[in-house]
């Protein structure tokens, strides 16, 4: 950042001695309670001292930091409307092209099983009429097999390649939505925490809940400091 804010060497002894302090003191008596007492107002002093100083300079940064941003927006919310435009589109594209290539390989497979099941059975009943010594109609059903297999593989669709996108690749991710919520399993529910902890908040003692244990947490709050 321009214009660093730095603190003076009184600050910068007492943030010593507050670290010092924090980590060694234990509470186990009055005067150790009131040791670490004035220690935590001298913090919320310090603190104090220290938003006065750095809030002002990170107001102006914030709003410097507003402004640009509003700025940089002008240039880029054009391309960000462009993108949210053409990325629909061009996923449409794809998702189309490729439902269609996977029919056509589907076809392409069904026609390979169709032409290895004549060809097979062709074979073998050109065989048993060779081996009874009628060549004649053993040429008829080859001639009539290789008919068949061109019939198949003229109505067999082409397999189109996939279309060509330089720097963009299909990603597919699983979503979901809720049909009947009561037919979730229990496994898949979350309890509302929020507004367990706030039940909790309003009703204190009285607090109930199956399954639900409330307990308090108690807290000091520092006042304002001795500086």
């Known amino acids: 950042m321009d214009n660093d804010i730095t603190i003076g060497e009184n600050e910068q002894k007492a943030l010593t001695v507050i ?93 390979r099983l169709q032409v290895e099941k004549a060809a097979e059975e062709a074979t073998d009943a050109a065989t048993s009429l060779i081996n009874e010594g009628k060549s004649a109609e053993a040429d008829a059903v080859i001639d009539e097999a290789y008919a068949k297999i061109r019939d198949i593989n003229a109505d067999t669709p082409f397999v189109p390649e996939k279309p060509s996108a330089p720097g963009v690749s299909m990603r597919e991710t699983w979503d979901y939505e809720v049909v009947d919520v009561a037919l979730i399993p229990r496994t898949f529910l979350v309890p509302d925490l929020t507004m367990i902890r706030r039940y909790g908040q309003n009703m204190k003692h009285q607090a109930n809940i199956p399954g639900i244990r409330f307990f308090t947490v108690k807290s000091i709050a520092a006042r304002n400091g001795r500086y």
């Open 19 to 111: 670290r010092a302090g924090s980590t060694s003191i234990e509470v186990r008596d009055q005067t150790s309670l009131t040791a670490a007492n004035g220690l935590l107002l001298d913090v919320k002093a310090l603190r104090r001292r220290f938003d006065d100083e750095f809030d002002p300079a990170i107001a102006r940064w914030h709003a410097g930091h507003k402004a640009a941003v509003a700025q940089k927006k002008k240039f880029t919310d054009p391309l960000d409307e462009a993108e949210r435009i053409l990325k629909p589109r061009i996923t449409a594209y794809l998702v189309e092209q490729d439902n269609i290539r996977l029919e056509a390989e589907r076809s392409a497979e069904r026609a």
